[in-house]
């Protein structure tokens, strides 16, 4: 290896360090994390909290790939792009994932498959990374370790399964109308919609209207008197939009622009 090559190495090692070190951008959600060149790394590179992976159950095994995957690859599947390599860094990283910040790192896993026969297997796979996973019981006490698993899902949710767990490793992302029927934020830490829904603030040239502001406050109010958290997906992936949102206090912004809001989010703290 000459020169330059080991420099080059050396700099990514100090890179990864310090990125696992840091404190985390609590507000970051990475949206289809498993699109970037290094899924997971790359996030936890940019200090994301939160990364949402889309699995597909076939042949018995969850393949991570937004749609069916022509071809299957065992070196892309949910344990091999996210339970295994979150577990070594947890080991080797005196118990969390950011070593200097013991609360979550949040994997939301879409379900893009049937989701009750797609539960099973998903629950089989996590129950061997038991030791890093947090766990909910049906009087929601929580056994806390660093990763809180939140399912979604594309063919409905495995939310009555979920539910009627007495002990869980995993919890729900839940909708706006699934507040106040007494789900508790350890089983729903999230409330999740679709922005286009309910906001049409684009940024750009248009002004932001009070009935955006007053339904964005309206909605973080009712997500938080609960606990939970707020996120939208299908918003624009720019500052404005970004700043709309945080300055509005909802928790996640839901991005695919990793380093983009890094710097926004580095920029906006100082």
């Excluded at 969850?62 to 995957?69: A, E, F, Q, T, W």
Aim: with cysteine.
């Amino acid at each position: 290896m000459n020169n330059l090559k080991l420099v080059l190495v050396f700099l990514l090692l100090i890179g990864c360090s310090q990125s696992k070190t840091a404190i985390p951008l609590i507000n970051a959600h990475a949206h289809n994390d498993y699109e970037h060149k290094n899924p997971l790394f790359n996030a936890i590179e940019n200090k994301f909290n939160s990364v949402e992976v889309d699995v597909h159950l076939i042949e018995n095994v969850l393949y991570v790939s937004h749609d069916i995957p022509v071809f299957l690859d065992t070196t892309k599947t949910l344990e091999t792009l996210y339970l295994k390599p979150l577990q070594k860094i947890i080991e080797e990283n005196e118990g969390n994932v950011y070593k200097d910040y013991d609360g979550f790192f949040y994997l939301m896993i879409d379900v893009k498959t049937d989701a009750a026969i797609s539960y099973e297997k998903l629950k089989e796979n996590i129950l061997k990374y038991k030791s890093i996973i947090s766990t909910t019981t049906y009087q929601n006490q929580e056994e806390k370790k660093p990763i809180k698993i939140v399912v979604t899902g594309h063919k409905g949710r495995p939310f009555a399964q979920i539910l009627k767990e007495e002990s869980s490793l995993m919890s729900i992302d839940g909708r706006f109308k699934e507040l106040g029927i007494n789900i508790s934020s350890e089983i729903m830490p999230y409330i999740s919609e679709n922005y286009k829904n309910h906001l049409s603030y684009t940024g750009g040239k248009q002004d932001l209207s009070q009935e955006d502001k007053k339904t964005l406050s309206k909605m973080v109010n009712a997500v938080h008197k609960e606990g939970k958290k707020l996120r939208f997906w299908a918003s624009l992936d720019t500052e404005e939009v970004w700043t709309f949102l945080l300055n509005h206090k909802v928790d996640l912004i839901n991005t695919d622009s990793l380093s983009k809001f890094n710097k926004y989010m580095n920029t906006r703290n100082n």
